[in-house]
């Protein structure tokens, strides 16, 4: 063998050391070794953003251990382990919903009884705050519009009032629209602007069966990452979601209104995380069904939560997201932007928020 044979592997050697394959779903990409665990988080999703930081898992089937399944690499494995590797699925975490709160009654009362001296660590209860439901028809229709809720949540307060059903998890209105944007509820002959409904979260105490996708909304479970979110100075929040909501087809008085609603909790804090939650998970939490079918349909729901001083290190990306332009929030919602202004069709648009207490 020669001299440069043997050198030509050394170096083949040291560069494979110090490299490593990540794959999810078809698309692979190689990347730097990273001795620090969360630092290949990290890499993982600057190369599938499509990942929230949160949920992210690694995965490996290369060590004898795993006896050919994939295996979540755990972080306390990491430095153990990462010299062994050449290969890493990233994938997304699996969430499970919790039971409907109707079965857990029965749990506590039977297997889950507290005793003398035990530990309780309660959930904050979550609030779905004041969504509010717009309908605008070019001409008067009389319209049914269904709301229905996963077992996570339940409604709290709904306007015009109407019979719930489901244990508080789904109702009807009939209405009438009309040409200038007011709506006649049936029921009770009242005249609105819009029509109101806000949900509470229901404590997760059991998990389901059946694992649901992660992208799906969890009102019990909703968070905010590094990559997902922006961070606003409470001082300048009024002003960028001002521009948000306009971007994303809010009106000025839903804009007003949006705003107005949030501001007191908002003011509590130094700095606002917040994103908005694509309509497609946001529908499986809280599905509208509309009778006649409208032409477009927008529902914009925000998350938020408040970020201390102390921890602007921990949002780097966000705050570098929060000078990007607006308009990148109309693709990850999904909004149909000439549709939704076409004043010829059949328009439908809501608003709502969660504040994530932490």
């Known amino acids: 063998m020669s001299v440069s044979t043997l050198l030509w592997g050394r170096t083949e050697a040291k560069q494979t050391s110090q490299l490593v394959v990540l794959k999810h779903g078809q698309k692979r990409v190689m990347a730097k070794r990273q001795r620090s665990y969360n630092l290949m988080l990290d890499s993982a999703c600057k190369h599938f953003p499509s990942i929230p930081r949160d949920v992210v898992t690694l995965q490996t089937n290369q060590l004898d251990i ?26 997304r975490a699996e969430m499970a919903l919790p039971l409907p709160p109707q079965s857990l009654a ?19 209860s979550l609030r779905g705050g004041k969504p509010v439901i717009y309908l605008y028809s070019p001409s008067d229709i009389d319209v049914s519009v269904k709301l229905s809720l996963i077992p996570e949540w339940s409604l709290s307060v709904i306007y015009p009032v109407v019979t719930t059903e489901d244990h508080g998890q789904r109702l009807e209105w009939n209405v009438c629209t009309h ?5 006649t509820e049936h029921n009770s002959g009242l005249d609105v602007a ?3 409904w806000e949900a509470e979260t229901n404590s997760p105490h059991s998990p389901a069966s059946k ?23 409470v001082d300048k929040i009024t002003v960028y979601l001002d521009k948000s909501l306009k971007a994303l087809g809010l009106h000025t008085e839903a804009r007003t209104s949006f705003i107005t609603y949030w501001l007191p909790s908002i003011l509590k804090h130094e700095y606002i995380a917040l ?11 809280a599905s509208l069904s509309i009778s006649p079918r409208p032409d477009v349909v927008t529902r914009v729901f925000m998350l938020f939560r408040g970020i201390s001083k102390e921890h602007l290190v921990d949002w780097s990306n ?4 929060a000078e990007r332009d607006v308009a990148w929030w109309v693709d990850v919602v999904g909004v149909d ?22």
């Open 318 to 321: 966000a705050q570098i997201q």
């Open 66 to 91: 795993c006896d050919g399944h994939f295996v979540d690499i755990t972080a306390e494995t990491w430095d153990e382990i990462i010299d062994l590797l050449t290969f890493i699925e990233v994938t």
């Open 179 to 183: 040409q200038d944007g007011s709506l």
């Open 211 to 233: 694992p649901q996708p992660v992208d799906t909304f969890s009102p019990t479970s909703s968070s905010l990452s590094d990559t997902d979110s922006v961070v606003i100075p």
């Open 194 to 196: 819009y029509l109101f």
């Open 275 to 285: 994103r908005f939650v694509p309509q497609a998970a946001y529908e499986r939490a």
């Open 106 to 124: 029965k749990d506590s009362s039977n297997n889950n009884k507290v005793k003398n001296g035990d530990s309780i660590n309660p959930l904050p």
């Open 337 to 358: 932007l000439a549709r939704a202004g076409d004043m010829a069709l059949f328009r439908v648009l809501e608003w709502g928020g969660m504040e994530v207490l932490i």
